[in-house]
């Protein structure tokens, strides 16, 4: 598979693999923040699937979470729900030609190509995956190995081969 379809299918298992890891903590533990001026783990992970439900709609015109919103804290298991929805939305839509997108950001009209919007997708889950592994790190607490949601990890759990005749 040499295309966007294994990153997609990598960022959708690897979305599911830290929301799942996040049922391990406290209440207390999902305000932990990396230092005083960044977001709670708890806002990281909203914001992840905040943010993959925009992109699918950007390319899709479907909403993923209507009538929610970064600042609501929401429920591990309705995040995970809404997180494979547009994991899943994102990657069909990677499948359809290239073309431009207009969307509204902060009052202005943007214009990007979807294979732009598709492939920030990625991106930004994986900036933010980071995020909230350092955090944990940061307060001692050892539940999110990065190296265990790597494309490496992903190949093996897919069941690719992974070995060259020599």
Same mark, same amino acid.
């Given at each position: ?8 299918l990598h960022m959708a298992w690897a979305n599911q693999y830290v929301l ?6 406290? $209440? ?12 709670s783990i708890q806002e990281l992970a909203g914001h992840i699937v905040f ?54 950001? $902060? ?58 005749d020599g």
């Amino acid at each position: 598979m040499l295309n966007q379809e294994k990153l997609l299918l990598h960022m959708a298992w690897a979305n599911q693999y830290v929301l799942g890891s996040l049922e391990q903590l406290t $209440e207390s533990d999902w305000q932990l923040k990396l230092t005083e001026n960044d977001w709670s783990i708890q806002e990281l992970a909203g914001h992840i699937v905040f943010a993959a439900g925009g992109y699918a709609q950007r390319v899709s015109g479907i909403t993923v979470s209507t009538g929610l919103n970064q600042e609501m804290v929401i429920p591990l298991t309705d995040l995970q729900k809404y997180c494979a929805q547009a994991d899943e939305i994102l990657r069909i839509e990677s499948h359809k030609p290239d073309e431009i997108n207009t969307y509204t950001r $902060e009052g202005r009209s943007v214009e990007r190509s979807r294979s732009t919007i598709i492939s920030q997708s990625i991106h930004h889950a994986t900036e933010h995956r980071a995020q909230i592994s350092d955090t944990l790190k940061v307060h001692g607490i050892r539940i999110l190995d990065l190296d265990e949601i790597d494309l490496w990890a992903y190949s093996d759990i897919a069941g690719e081969i992974n070995s060259i005749d020599g």
